[in-house]
C-alpha cells in the first residue's frame, strides 16, 4: 500500500542534499578565493620590494671617489651615493634607481666604463634598502628622493636649476625615476624594462581582479605625459629585454606607441636580469651623448 505523498518525500530528499553539497563547495570556494585575496593585500609590500642590506662584498666596488650622502628623515638616517664628475659642479646629474631586488651601489656594473665627460651620478637607495630606515612606499621613496637631493646641493653650494637633470631607472627604478621626473625640471629619462603601471604589471603576474587590491600604483603612462606636457625638451629612453618574463617587453613597446618621442631599444635576447649587461654600451652610449 502506498502511503500519500511518500515519493514527494524521498525526492525532496536528495535534492536538499545535492543543494547542502552545493552551498558548502561554494562556501569553501569562497573561502578560499577570500584568503587568497587577503594573502595577497596583506603581503604584497614583500611581493613588491625586497630589501636587503649592504655586504662586505660591496666596499671593493665603490670606487674611491664615492662620496656618502648622509641624512635624516622622520623615518630615520638614510644614505645615497655620489660619483662626482671630473669638474666640482657637474655638467649633468643623473639619479639613479634601481630595481626591487637591488642596491644603489649595484649601478656600478653599468657605470664602471663610463665617459669622464663630466656627468655626476647621485645612486638612491629606497627606504629599508641598503644603510636606509624605513619602510620603502611611494611617499618614502619620494622622501629620501628629495632629502638625498638637496644633502648633495647643498654640500655643492648649488641650486637645483643650475644643474641638467636627468634620471635612470631599471624595473621598478623606472617608475621611481619617473615619478621624480614628474616633481622635477628633468631633461633626459633612460628607462630600463618599465611597466605601463604598477597595477597592469600585477595583473599579468596575479590577474586583472585580484589587481584591483593594489595600495599603491605607479603609473608610468600618467607620470611619461606630465614630463612631456611640462617639458618640451627632454629627451627619453627605453631600453627592454625581448626575452623579459618578469615585465613583459610589450608594455615598453606600448610606452613607446603612445609617447612616438621615445627611443625604443628592444634588446634581443635579453632578459629582465641580462638586460643591463647586455644593452650596456648601447645605454651608455645614448646618456652620455
Request: glycine fraction near 8%; charge should be neutral; aromatic fraction near 10%.
Amino acid at each position: 500500500m502506498t502511503v500519500p505523498g511518500s515519493d514527494t518525500r524521498s525526492d525532496a530528499e536528495p535534492r536538499w542534499l545535492w543543494l547542502r553539497v552545493l552551498a558548502t563547495v561554494l562556501a569553501i570556494v569562497g573561502c578560499a578565493i577570500l584568503a587568497v585575496a587577503g594573502w595577497i593585500y596583506f603581503s604584497q609590500h614583500s611581493m613588491i620590494y625586497h630589501p636587503r642590506p649592504y655586504t662586505a662584498a660591496y666596499a671593493r666596488v665603490m670606487p674611491k671617489t664615492c662620496v656618502e650622502i648622509d641624512f635624516v628623515l622622520p623615518i630615520g638616517r638614510q644614505t645615497a651615493f655620489y660619483l662626482p664628475g671630473r669638474d666640482p659642479i657637474p655638467k649633468r646629474l643623473w639619479l639613479a634607481f634601481c630595481g626591487n631586488g637591488s642596491l644603489a651601489l649595484d649601478w656600478m656594473g653599468l657605470l664602471d666604463r663610463y665617459p669622464s665627460n663630466g656627468d655626476a651620478f647621485l645612486l638612491i637607495d629606497y627606504p629599508g634598502y641598503g644603510r636606509n630606515a624605513g619602510y620603502a612606499t611611494i611617499d618614502s621613496t619620494r622622501a629620501t628622493t628629495n632629502g638625498a637631493l638637496k644633502t648633495l646641493l647643498s654640500q655643492l653650494n648649488i641650486s637645483e636649476d643650475q644643474l641638467e637633470v636627468g634620471v635612470i631607472g631599471h624595473s621598478l627604478g623606472a617608475a621611481a625615476a619617473l615619478d621624480f621626473a614628474s616633481r622635477h625640471p628633468v631633461r633626459r629619462l633612460v628607462l630600463i624594462s618599465p611597466f605601463t603601471s604598477l597595477r597592469e604589471e600585477a595583473a599579468y603576474v596575479v590577474g586583472g581582479w585580484l589587481s584591483h587590491l593594489l595600495i599603491e600604483n605607479y603609473d608610468n603612462r600618467k607620470n611619461l605625459r606630465t614630463v612631456f606636457e611640462r617639458n618640451g625638451d627632454v629627451h627619453a629612453a627605453i631600453f627592454h629585454g625581448t626575452d623579459d618574463e618578469t615585465i613583459p617587453v610589450r608594455m615598453g613597446a606600448k610606452l613607446k606607441q603612445e609617447f612616438p618621442r621615445v627611443d625604443y631599444f628592444p634588446i634581443e635576447g635579453a632578459d629582465h636580469g641580462t638586460v643591463l649587461s647586455f644593452a650596456k654600451d648601447q645605454i651608455i652610449a645614448w646618456m652620455a651623448r
